[in-house]
């Protein structure tokens, strides 16, 4: 299969060369960037160099699918000439993961530039939506932070034993915010610190209430979503904490190992989610798509915590548009995604 | 005055040491290491040659305080025989903290060496209880992890318009886990990766719980306490989140500025803590006795969040250690503690 | 082919476990530990539950290549059976990289363990030794840092353009350090610090010496050799100093095109080594068996300066040694090795 | 006495600020930056809110100093008037530090702005320059890589056992590249990274030539000067190779003590050099004026070896400044800058 990359020269982007590289389906064979076109991409990656390729203004007509890294806006701009020409298309931005247009634009800014396409995209989180994915052609990639959010939380929510109340603390490496310069991202400025930032709402926060909700018709959560920038370049760790029903545990609300084997039994055919027996690192995901997740009880108040790692850039965008691309084609989810962790 | 430091080999005597080196009233006169008796400090730490100090055995008896960088149960076995000589001593570890000897050794693991003596100690939180470290002979210095909560927590508590649901997310860096040599904190395993610590509950929650729940009558909190450790050597950030009881805010959960002012007000006459307009960095209180404090709301929910930075060997160890020092001796709080943050 | 591996439980074990699990033609049937003996890979390292190995005291009698990871001098101990029992190995270690036993025994501080072994193994540098190390069965796979600095200084040592006069200034990751704990790998003591080790000599320069001097009858470099911990996890960059003789350069000593043409001559049908148009950085080749190399000139001054960049863990261990195994057996030399580094 | 700092909001002005703010002798009283004029300094650096400045167009007229860390060129045109007024100034840019300005022009790529001014300029390292620094009125603060190069050269220099040929390996934290946005120094880029820049040769090499020439008349270096940027923030650690004339070491080319013993006889009355027994660390600097120098030789090869360590902020920049304002107006030298290393 011909695979067609929209701006590769994001970190998103390079992830997914990177990635396909070692894909027996698909081969990449057109590739553009934002402002590089006619370069070849060894120029501004010359690690890359082993792929040939040479960046263009327009992608090949005869690719199979279309992955856009390209920017929300922008990127739904983009891809309309591609969906109309029916070509199967995965988006590692925002512009198809809100069903409501009106949440993009009170999130993003912006009037949503294709409305009409909406309801034929899946929200791309295979674990969840494997069916709707496979069924549609416009597969809306989530957020780095909502994949990690998502997966802690679905055994919970689906088992019906949390209440309302969650909080989701969310850690992440330097990577999400891309390769556009900023103080923010400047070495000296960010090295040996830790800080808050979205203090007042992070975007990929509806993503998740929006998919959360979708899994119990009897609870609607009232979620606070932190995120804190961490200085390492991959990563993210959420901590998610949340009230629990205890009638719904058996009468306990300290039934540590009844938790535990809901989440195993809710992932236990996931090729990409581990429930581990200890508190897992984000190390342990370097470079794979793989969700580690570990759920406990705070037993002293009641209280569900669950930790979860990825690496943003592979489940959290490069590797999971992967194993959404072999969804949609049909190849076992794995295929291309074998990677052991890079350790140390 | 002539002070002496027990354990000056561990970061936090290393750091107590930089301190005073600039302090003008006291002087480190005498100093123990836990195995380098006979030592010259300099063989051990290069760039403390200026100091000039040789490790001993013992302190000499002169010295009018005792800092204590020992660990549990050592330092309170150690520090009798000052006590009972009638020299001040500043504690770092956690065995004048606890009120209940009994909460001591089901944290600790060991009954309390002195527990006859917990009723003379003071803990060493200098904001909130002045007067009692004044009075006092023996001080508690708080661990690193309340410090932060504690402040952050405070006013809130004291003025009653949060809930009893608290939890505090804290991310540190590596220092506080000591010179000890782990494999948690080998370099290649820690650095860049994330990973929460102690889920089952650390070791300073009931610090936190007792002295918050000190600051008002009518609430009892109920406080999920989860650590990270983050690959940089200082800072600690915590995030706190609380339910908020709107009668308390003038009937408005939403009154950011209301809170904000609340918090000013409580801290207004603190040279360490400063209530900030944006979120805070651990870097901006490097090397710093400094305490940035950023409360908010998340006014979807109904939630109260405090964003707070310390440096965690210095108002997190040697730096209030110093603050408590001139408080017994009656020096202005900030003697020895004008530094600015070194930034970048 | 089933491989064994001695001492999976280092970092040079843990990746070699990595490299093969995606290798099409070795399967890892069987390994070994230092302490772990009946122990889960899973068990010590979460991110390899996967692999699904148990660790044993010995390995099985029916792997057709042994690799080992243990250190000098148990590595040869350990190997002698193995190869009396005819299989195929290669160490990691030092103990067949030198020829002389005397000189391993003043560099290592022990007698060497099997010194009428030393004549029937290969240096595993496959660039330059590709033939014997096909025709060896014990395979010596080089140090990192004389990985790094002999590919860099061979082109011009064969074509004999510079002089005796050569210093190689190393700077490496910290993972070279291995997984055993000292103050110099603790975290909070390393980070954010740049340290020169073993001035008076590091054990890796009489392997460069050697393997340098084999490529000219006419000259014998007089080398100094330095090496530098950076607080890193993975790299090497060496940066190679050395006099030119002008008249191997047409004359000119400033002939920078001409340089750059026989390090490409000279490297043309190596897939691992690539002669770069910048100077390369170390996160290039992340996760990657590849060796960039950047000669240039400083005009001057008449010398000849090489940068070279591996990731030690591959390149400078475990790639390498999937490289020798792969020559061992005829495969083409990169299977398993195609990945691309993990950029960002 | 009232100092007054140009671009107070670089790295430099910073650090500068920092230091200033304990010293006993002097008072910022005013201060410039580029680009923010009529902001309060607090509005951009939070932690320097108790300095109380408010950025200004220009300086006040009553300043005894002025401090400049503008960048080069606009440093000159900006100093121009204060030296026309008679007040002291001290440059950290390279504006006056070249004697020649063909040199300056050749290297900065722009005409000298006040070639007529430079013969009445100092080379601000007070090791080597006191006398002239305390003589004139415009000081040229040296560049970082300057400052631990000449200082780890210039007593094997000044004693003449040096061969011409000299090889200066330097790594540098990010710091020194300034607050300035690129590519280079974006976090993700540089993170665990090592590379080599400016290989064709880095401004600071002229500075260092000139000035160690003018140690000893009858030796002119041959200098190899290589930069190469480690992923810290603060810290310049160079490592010195150059050969030795064994007849000006008692005609011993292995004897280290004497070199050891020419290296402190050189310093023993340096506050802010010390020669130290083992091979230093940057850590050992952090936040201080110290350079820390380890001489050695490579015994095998007849060659010097020299390790020097410095903050690239303190002694490489705002700390150095402070010892030259401190000469110039007669105080101590050490005059706020007593400080110890931030350690860990």
Chains 1, 2, 3, 4 share one sequence.
């Not at 901590?239 to 719904?248: D, E």
């Not at 535990?260 to 027996?277: D, G, L, M, P, S």
Request: charged share 20%; net charge negative.
């Amino acid at each position: 299969m011909k695979a067609g990359i929209l701006n590769i020269t994001g970190y998103g982007g390079v992830e997914l060369a990177r990635i396909l590289n070692r894909h027996t389906e698909f081969e990449i064979t057109s590739v553009t960037g934002r402002s590089a076109a006619g370069e070849n991409l060894s120029d501004i990656f010359p690690h890359l160099s082993g792929l040939n390729l040479t960046i263009k203004d327009q992608l090949d007509d005869d690719v199979d699918i279309v992955f856009s890294a390209l920017p929300h806006a922008a990127s739904a701009q983009k891809l309309k000439a591609h969906i109309d020409n029916g070509q199967k298309v995965i988006d590692f931005s925002a512009d198809f993961r809100l069903d409501d247009p009106k949440e993009y634009e009170s999130w993003y800014g912006t009037a949503h530039p294709l409305p009409n396409y909406l309801n034929t995209a899946s929200y791309g989180l295979p674990e969840l939506n494997r069916k709707s994915i496979k069924a549609s052609s416009i597969v809306a990639n989530p957020g780095c932070y909502p994949t990690a959010s998502i997966l802690a939380l679905a055994p919970a929510m689906a088992n019906s034993f949390i209440t309302e109340d969650v909080i989701i603390d969310a850690k992440s490496g330097v990577s999400g915010a891309g390769r556009g310069l900023s103080l923010d991202t400047h070495f000296s400025e960010l090295n040996e610190s830790i800080k808050a930032y979205s203090v007042s709402g992070h975007r990929h926060m509806p993503e998740v209430i929006q998919e959360i909700n979708k899994l119990n018709n009897d609870l609607k959560i009232k979620l606070t979503f932190m995120t804190h920038l961490i200085p390492i370049t991959r990563g993210i760790l959420v901590s998610v904490y949340a009230g629990i029903n205890p009638l719904k545990l058996e009468g306990r609300s300290n039934n540590i190992d009844l938790i535990r084997a809901i989440y195993q039994e809710y992932y236990k055919n996931e090729k990409f989610v581990t429930v581990t027996n200890q508190p897992p690192t984000t190390k342990q995901t370097l470079g794979t798509n793989q969700c580690l997740i570990y759920p406990t009880i705070d037993t002293r108040n009641n209280r569900l915590i669950v930790i979860a790692c990825i690496d943003n850039l592979v489940k959290g965008a490069a590797g999971q548009a992967v194993q959404n691309a072999n969804i949609l084609f049909g190849f076992p989810e794995e295929t291309g995604l074998e990677e052991l962790a890079l350790y140390p």
